[in-house]
C-alpha cells in the first residue's frame, strides 16, 4: 500500500468552486510538500509545511498541515480552469534520505 | 521554468539499447534526484547525488546507473531497455538534500 495516500483520485468541478485535496500518511510526516504537474510536463513546486498546525497561501491555494493526523489538505478557492492538472504531495522520510510521492489528485476545472 | 534542464526531450529507442539522459541542476544546487513517472507506478524515486556521491537509493534497476560530475550535471544511463522501460524521467535538484526539489520538464522515453 502507498505511504501517502491522495483523496480524491480525481475531481471535476465546476469553475469558481471550492474545493479540497487530502494527504494522509502512514507514517510520521517530516516535511509535507504540494507539486501540481500538468499532463505530461514538470512538476512545479506549490508549498512546503514543515511544523504541525501550519498553514500557508500562494494567491487561491492554501495547505494546512494537521501533524496529529499525519494529514495535510490542500484548498483551492474560486477554481479556474488554469488550476487543472494533477496535484502531488511529497514528504520525506526519516532516514535513508528518500523523498516519496502521493497518488497524486487529477483536477478539471469546467469553464 | 525552475531552472532545471533536462535533454533530450524525447527519446524513442528499440528494445535491448541503452540511453542516457542529461540533467543541468539549479545553479548553486548541489544535490540532484532522479524519478520514473509510470502510468501504473506512478512517481518513483531512482537515485540521489549530492556534490558528486550517491547519496540515497530508491527503486532503480540494476540495468540503471546514474552519476554526478564535477560541474554538478547528472547522467542517468538505462541499458537492456525493454518495453516496460517507457516512462517519463524526471530530474529535480535542489540546494542541500532533503530541501524544496524543483524539477525539470523531463525526458519521455518511448521503448519499442
Known amino acids: 500500500s502507498q505511504e501517502l495516500e491522495q483523496s480524491p483520485q480525481s475531481l471535476i468541478v465546476q469553475e469558481g468552486k471550492n474545493l479540497t485535496i487530502n494527504c494522509t500518511s502512514s507514517k510520521t510526516l517530516y516535511g509535507l510538500y504540494w507539486y501540481k504537474q500538468k499532463y505530461g510536463e514538470g512538476l512545479i513546486f506549490l508549498m512546503m509545511?514543515?511544523?504541525?498546525?501550519e498553514e500557508k497561501s500562494h494567491e487561491k491555494i492554501t495547505a494546512k498541515l494537521d501533524e496529529k493526523k499525519q494529514q495535510s489538505s490542500l484548498h483551492i478557492t474560486a477554481s479556474q480552469p488554469s488550476h487543472a492538472g494533477i496535484y502531488l504531495c511529497?514528504?520525506?522520510?526519516?532516514?535513508?534520505?528518500?523523498?516519496?510521492f502521493g497518488t497524486g489528485t487529477s483536477l478539471t476545472v469546467i469553464p | 521554468d525552475s531552472g532545471v534542464t533536462q535533454t533530450p526531450k524525447h527519446l524513442i529507442t528499440a528494445t535491448g539499447q541503452r540511453v542516457t539522459l542529461r540533467c543541468s541542476p539549479r545553479s548553486g544546487d548541489l544535490s540532484v534526484y532522479w524519478y520514473q513517472q509510470s502510468l501504473d507506478q506512478g512517481l518513483q524515486f531512482l537515485i540521489q547525488y549530492y556534490n558528486g556521491e550517491e547519496r540515497a537509493k530508491g527503486n532503480i534497476l540494476e540495468r540503471f546507473s546514474a552519476q554526478q560530475f564535477p560541474d554538478l550535471h547528472s547522467e542517468l544511463n538505462l541499458s537492456s531497455l525493454e518495453l516496460g522501460d517507457s516512462a517519463l524521467y524526471f530530474c529535480a535538484s535542489s540546494p542541500e538534500p532533503d530541501r524544496i526539489r524543483y524539477f525539470g520538464p523531463g525526458t519521455r522515453l518511448t521503448v519499442t
Open positions: 511529497g514528504a520525506d522520510r526519516n532516514t535513508g534520505n528518500q523523498f516519496y
Open positions: 509545511l514543515q511544523k504541525g498546525g
